[in-house]
Antibody, heavy 119, light 107 residues
Framework: EVQLVESGGGLVKPGGSLRLSCAAS????????MNWVRQAPGKGLEWVSC????????YYTDSVKGRFTISRDNAKNSLYLQMNSLRAEDTAVYYC????????????WGQGTLVTVSS | DIQMTQSPSSVSASVGDRVTITCRAS??????LAWYQQKPGKAPTLLIY???TLQSGVPSRFSGSGSGTDFTLTISSLQPEDFATYYC?????????FGGGTKVETK
């Protein structure tokens, strides 16, 4: 069974940092690209970043470029999102999601981890 | 960036109704489109990808069509478990973008 479990969310002050982790199991992690998608309270879905199988291709949405860094450790079956210079508008539930071989869709999602940026 | 516009933003329907949701891309995305269902407090689930391919395990009452800029998600006979919010997502180019969502509510 495919499982994705996020951790690392919490309350942080504006300008602070957090590192999110996503532990993957039930599939060969190194064979799949991965996405981070977020959802602000009461709002829609927003794609944040993606990384391909070998970390050779990495993309970000404009609003997080230069502040967030996506990475992965295939030996540990883990995906990460380092978030620096956090802003109130980064407050959201952050989901990690697997991208199937058919394209940059999201076929399995974690349960999400809440990041709250507030003073 | 490719903008994805969904309509309507909400729809009131009854069990057994046929429900149609549309998604329009600001430029052609070929068939690089997915549809997701999200229930309150839960992560989204993938329903359809490549515009019309049903994800494994998804009931056949869900179907998708379209290519280029105009796409449709149809629920042929609405079931109680289908009341949820639906999102489209383009996978043609980065940044990946989602539509604003369509909430299917009880009439």
């Amino acid at each position: 069974e495919v499982q994705l479990v996020e951790s690392g969310g919490g309350l942080v002050k504006p300008g602070g940092s957090l590192r999110l982790s996503c532990a993957a199991s039930g599939f060969t992690f190194s064979n799949f690209g991965m996405n981070w998608v977020r959802q602000a309270p009461g709002k829609g879905l927003e794609w944040v970043s993606c990384i391909d199988r070998t970390s050779g291709y990495i993309y970000y949405t404009d609003s997080v470029k230069g502040r967030f860094t996506i990475s992965r450790d295939n030996a540990k079956n883990s995906l990460y999102l380092q978030m620096n210079s956090l802003r109130a508008e980064d407050t959201a539930v952050y989901y990690c999601a697997r991208a199937p071989s058919s394209g940059w869709y999201n076929d399995y999602w974690g349960q999400g981890t809440l990041v709250t940026v507030s003073s | 960036d490719i903008q994805m516009t969904q309509s309507p933003s909400s729809v009131s329907a009854s069990v057994g109704d046929r429900v149609t949701i549309t998604c329009r891309a600001s430029r052609s995305i070929s068939s690089w489109l997915a549809w997701y269902q999200q229930k309150p407090g839960k992560a989204p689930t993938l329903l359809i990808y490549s515009a019309s391919t049903l994800q494994s395990g998804v009931p056949s009452r869900f179907s998708g069509s379209g290519s280029g800029t105009d796409f449709t998600l149809t629920i042929s006979s609405l079931q109680p478990e289908d009341f949820a919010t639906y999102y489209c997502q383009q996978a043609n180019s980065f940044p990946l973008t989602f539509g604003g969502g369509t909430k299917v509510e009880t009439k």
